[in-house]
C-alpha cells in the first residue's frame, strides 16, 4: 500500500469524527506494521496536496464561534428514539459518530480555489480543520472485500459501533466504553455486539 492509500486509510478509520493534521501525523507514525517513509518536510506537504486532489476527502473547519447548526435527525421515529444522543449521527449521506458535526464549515472549496499549501491551511486554521473521508469510501475500508451493505442486520447504530471499534485499530474496544463513553445502554449494546458477533464483523476476547 502506498502512503496516499495508508493515509486515507487511516483517515477513513477515524470514522466520521474525522481528524487534524496533527493527529494524522501520529496516525502515521503509529501505524502498524510502520510505513516505510519518514513523515518530514518534504513528506507532508506531499501527503497534504494528494488529500486535496482527492475527492473522497473533505476538509471541514470547526467554527465553534459562529452558530451552531441543529443536529440532524433520522427519518424514522423509531431510529431517533433508539440514538442516546445528537452525537450518534444518521443522515441520507452520513453515518458515525461525531461531536463536532455541528460546527463544521467546509472550506475545501476556498483550500483548492486558493491552491492553499499545507502550511497556508496550518496558519489559517490550525487544529480546527479536519479531514474527513467520504461515507462510501468508509465504508468499503470498514468492511474490506466484503463491503457489506448497512442493512436490516447491519443497521445505522450497529454500523456506527463498528466505526467506533475500527477506530481503536489493533487495541481493541471495551464493550463497557458503548455506555461509558458514548451512552448507548447497555441492554441494547450487548445485542448490538450479539448480532455483529453473529455476522463475523467482530471478535470477542477475554
Same mark, same amino acid.
Request: hydrophobic share 50%; net charge neutral; glycine share 12%.
Given at each position: 500500500m502506498d502512503l496516499i492509500d495508508t493515509a486515507i486509510e487511516e483517515l477513513a478509520l477515524e470514522g466520521l469524527e474525522g481528524s487534524c493534521l496533527s493527529n494524522l501525523w501520529?496516525?502515521?507514525e503509529e501505524r502498524q506494521p510502520p510505513i516505510n517513509n519518514p513523515l518530514d518536510q518534504w513528506t507532508k506537504p506531499y501527503i497534504w496536496k494528494k488529500l486535496v486532489?482527492?475527492?473522497h476527502v473533505q476538509f471541514y473547519y470547526l467554527d465553534y464561534n459562529g452558530k451552531k447548526q441543529d443536529p440532524p435527525l433520522a427519518k424514522k421515529k423509531a431510529l431517533r428514539l433508539s440514538l442516546t444522543s445528537e !452525537?450518534?449521527?444518521v443522515t441520507d449521506d452520513h453515518i458515525g459518530y461525531s461531536q463536532t458535526f455541528s460546527y463544521r464549515v467546509d472550506v475545501k472549496p476556498d483550500i483548492v480555489k486558493d491552491a492553499m499549501s499545507l502550511e497556508d491551511a496550518e496558519n489559517r486554521w490550525g487544529g480546527d480543520l479536519i479531514m474527513v473521508?467520504?461515507?462510501q469510501l468508509r465504508q468499503r475500508i470498514? !468492511?474490506?472485500k466484503s463491503n457489506s451493505p448497512v442493512n436490516d442486520d447491519i443497521t445505522p447504530i450497529r454500523y456506527i459501533m463498528l466505526e467506533l471499534i475500527g477506530k481503536t485499530r489493533w487495541?481493541?474496544?471495551h464493550q463497557s466504553d458503548f455506555r461509558s463513553i458514548y451512552g448507548l445502554d447497555p441492554r441494547s449494546s450487548f445485542h448490538h455486539v450479539k448480532i455483529l458477533n453473529h455476522h463475523h464483523m467482530i471478535t470477542k476476547q477475554v
Open positions: 501520529k496516525l502515521l486532489e482527492c475527492e !452525537f450518534w449521527i473521508i467520504c461515507q470498514l !468492511f474490506g487495541k481493541g474496544f
